[in-house]
Structure formats: structure tokens, C-alpha cells
């Protein structure tokens, strides 16, 4: 076992000044003509129980769709993913946040291996302390790296064919060409095994709407809940009352953009720094890219998965896709 994998070392504090390079980095993005902030910072304790809440919602339909067709469809999904990797393969849960996911595959999958990969390691260890003892037969690991920049170290954790987990439909969060990279890299640590995906598929504008504005203003408060992150990361004095939550629909580009519109013109100021934003200028705080079926299926075969399969509910709101290394 390598000691990245050692859940005995200690977390950081959360407390922990983010690194000076990562200061700059939110600072040039506010800068930016169109500023934006990654949706990486959507996700302190705050944001990830936010997130909890909004998969609750009535109007958010990816994580219930999503949990549906694992249910109607489990027989199936492990019988592919076992013959690719047999039984007792590790599971990596890619962004594994509350971990509330993955435990439903333990039993079809034989698993007796679970490695977390999540950039909030205090939110994951958490969750593993109740898992442990529900589970006691998986042996439970968190890797604490960040998806975007670090996933290759993960394949020093990984020492045979492994079902690589991405639920939710996160990968939406990335450009279409960034999300290709990512997928190459996943099966560059997946060692021969397989992966199970989760991909929200393009629909009408208006049912995307209400799931990422919806009537209790849940999603609202998830999105404004960024500025007081990033107040706190580089010190800067947003006022969360001055921003309004917009969720505009890009039936062009197939996505929907999350963004913080200021309500009057004010100024926003942090050590070294400070930007003006006019009366409805925006910041562009995530995107979250709808997928069509063949579209993703290409997209899996063009980074190096094999034999791709995908199974998905009876309004084709979601798919799950599995692919072979
Ligand atoms: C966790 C990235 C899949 O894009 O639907 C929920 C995040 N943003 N509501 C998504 C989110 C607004 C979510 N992902």
C-alpha cells in the first residue's frame, strides 16, 4: 500500500490557507472580461450540503433518475462490469463527496475494496466512518486529489483492473474536449477495468430550468454560497444579499450555465485586488454540459473505451454508461 492511500494520515485543518498560486488563479478569473469562478469552490461544508439538499428537489430529477435506473437495471450493469474485471475489483469512486452512491454496488459487484477520490477529504472521512461499520467486509480508503489536475497520480493507488465510479452526471461539468481528456485519463488508471458513468442527456430547456432554479430557492443559495467561499479563500468581501441567481439555458452549446448577476453596480475588493461590476454583470460560476446518447458513446470510444453500453430511464432523462478498458 502506498501512503497516499493511509487514511490514518492526517487531513489538513479545514481551516487550511488554500496555496498561493491558487489565490492568484481565483483572483485572474474574477479579473477576467467575462469573470468567472470554477464550480470547484461551489463545494465547501456549506455547498456540499447544499448539493445534498438539491437532490431532494422536486425539480432536480439527476440523482433520483439516476438511482432509478441503477435499481431497474442492477442485474444487467454488474454482470458487465464483473466480466470485465471479475469479481472483487476495487471500486474508485471519482468525486465520491457523501459517498451515498457507491455502497448500493458493493453487493453486486463483490466488492471488498472502496477508494473515495474527493478534493474535500474531511466530508469523505466522515461519511467512511458510518460506511465502515454498515460494510465491514470493504476495505474503505480516501484519496484526497483533485480531478482536473491530479487524476494520473491516482493509477499509483490502483494495483489491479478497477471499476472506475462517476456519478451524477459531474462530467458535465467540463468542456466537451476537456471531458475527453478526462475520460483518456480514466482509463489510463482504470488497469484494464471498467467504468460506470452517470450522463445527463440534453432535454427541453424547460425542465432544465426549473432543476437549476428551482421554486424553493435551494439552488440560489448553493450558488451564492460560492462567494462566501471565495471570500474566505482569498479574502475578498463579496456580498452574497448583491448577487442573483440565474440559470440560463445554452440550447446552442447543449448546457446549462450557472451565474451570479450583480443587483447594482459594486465594487469587490481582496488583498492585491479589486473588480467593478456594472449593474446585471455577471459571473460565470458553472457549467453543466447535456449530453446526447451517441454523442457520449463516441465520446467514450474516442478516448479508449471499449464496447460501450448505456441504459437509461423512460423519459431518456439520464443514462448510466458502462465501457470496458
Ligand atoms: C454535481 C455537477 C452534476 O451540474 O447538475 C446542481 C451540480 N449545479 N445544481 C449538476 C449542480 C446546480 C451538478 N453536478
Redesign the pocket.
Known amino acids: 500500500m502506498t501512503t497516499a492511500l493511509d487514511t490514518t494520515a492526517p487531513a489538513p485543518a479545514p481551516t487550511a490557507q488554500p496555496l498561493q498560486d491558487e489565490r492568484t488563479r481565483i483572483a485572474a478569473h474574477l479579473m477576467e472580461r467575462q469573470a468567472s469562478i470554477s464550480?470547484r469552490y461551489?463545494y465547501d461544508a456549506l455547498g456540499c450540503h447544499l448539493?445534498d439538499a438539491?437532490t431532494e428537489l422536486d425539480e432536480?430529477y439527476?440523482t433520483r433518475t439516476e438511482r432509478a435506473i441503477a435499481e431497474q437495471h442492477r442485474v444487467p450493469i454488474a454482470d458487465f462490469l464483473t466480466d470485465q474485471v471479475g469479481p472483487q475489483a476495487p471500486l474508485v469512486d471519482l468525486g465520491a463527496g457523501s459517498c451515498s452512491k457507491a455502497p448500493f454496488w458493493f453487493g453486486s459487484l463483490g466488492c471488498t475494496e472502496y477508494v473515495a477520490v474527493d478534493l474535500a477529504r474531511e466530508h469523505v472521512e466522515r461519511a467512511l466512518l458510518g460506511l465502515r461499520t454498515r460494510h465491514p467486509g470493504v476495505r474503505m480508503q480516501c484519496v484526497a486529489l483533485d480531478l482536473v489536475w491530479q487524476l494520473p497520480r491516482l493509477a499509483s493507488h490502483i494495483a489491479r483492473p478497477a471499476v472506475l465510479f462517476y456519478p451524477?452526471?459531474?462530467i458535465?461539468?467540463f468542456e466537451p474536449e476537456q471531458a475527453l481528456r478526462l475520460l483518456r485519463e480514466m482509463h489510463a488508471v482504470a488497469r484494464g477495468g471498467a467504468l460506470l458513468i452517470g450522463v445527463?442527456l440534453w432535454k427541453s430547456p424547460a425542465e432544465l430550468q426549473a432543476?437549476?432554479d428551482d421554486a424553493t430557492g435551494v439552488?440560489a443559495a448553493?450558488?451564492r454560497n460560492v462567494l462566501r467561499h471565495v471570500n474566505r479563500l482569498i479574502g475578498a468581501d463579496f456580498d452574497p444579499r448583491q448577487w442573483q441567481h440565474i440559470a440560463h439555458v445554452d440550447s446552442e452549446r447543449q448546457r446549462?450555465e450557472?451565474r451570479l448577476a450583480a443587483i447594482g453596480a459594486q465594487t469587490v475588493h481582496w488583498p492585491g485586488g479589486e473588480r467593478h461590476f456594472a449593474d446585471a454583470e455577471y459571473i460565470h460560476t458553472?457549467n453543466?454540459y447535456k449530453w446526447k446518447r451517441d454523442g457520449f458513446a463516441d465520446c467514450l470510444q474516442q478516448a479508449g473505451w471499449q464496447a460501450p453500453r448505456s441504459w437509461t430511464d423512460d423519459h431518456a432523462r439520464f443514462a448510466l454508461f458502462a465501457a470496458a478498458a
Open positions: 464550480p461551489l448539493f438539491i432536480y439527476p451524477g452526471s459531474s458535465g461539468n445527463d432543476a437549476y439552488t448553493f450558488n446549462v450557472m458553472e453543466s
